[in-house]
């Protein structure tokens, strides 16, 4: 059983919307201390954009603050990220990550402190 499976994304006008989901086992759900996204541009590093820890205190990046909201629903399970006002610079495949043993604060959008990743999912801005 995957424990994060992404799901959402696909292609838009620079301007529009669109919104990625994450769906969690029950057992990460049920541990995790903090979850993230991140996105892997072509030919760059993976950086993190958004993460939310379970009392729902959701921190940003400089480059999707105030565009991105990244939320959680407990009901089922998931952790979702809303993009409006895209830019093509925001193209890329997006990940959503979840670790066990530290809070958001500690994280601070590190890849190497989160444990569970999912396979990706594509998001591309034209414009």
């Known amino acids: 059983q995957e424990e994060l499976v992404e799901s959402g994304g696909g292609s838009a006008q620079a301007g529009g919307s669109l919104r990625v989901s994450c769906g969690v086992s029950?057992?990460?759900?049920?541990?995790?201390?903090?979850m993230g996204w991140f996105r892997q541009a072509p030919g760059k590093e993976r950086e993190g954009i958004a993460m939310i820890d379970d009392d729902g205190d959701a921190r940003y990046t400089d480059s999707v603050k105030g565009r991105f909201t990244i939320s959680h629903d407990s009901a089922r399970n998931t952790i979702d990220l809303q993009m409006n006002k895209l830019k093509p610079e925001d193209t890329g495949m997006y990940y959503c990550?979840?670790?066990?043993?530290?809070?958001?604060?500690?994280?601070?959008?590190?890849?190497?402190?989160?444990?569970?990743w999912g396979q990706g999912t594509r998001v591309t801005v034209s414009s």
């Open positions: 990550a979840a670790t066990i043993r530290w809070y958001c604060v500690v994280a601070d959008f590190k890849a190497s402190e989160f444990d569970s």
């Open positions: 029950g057992d990460i759900w049920r541990r995790v201390e903090c």
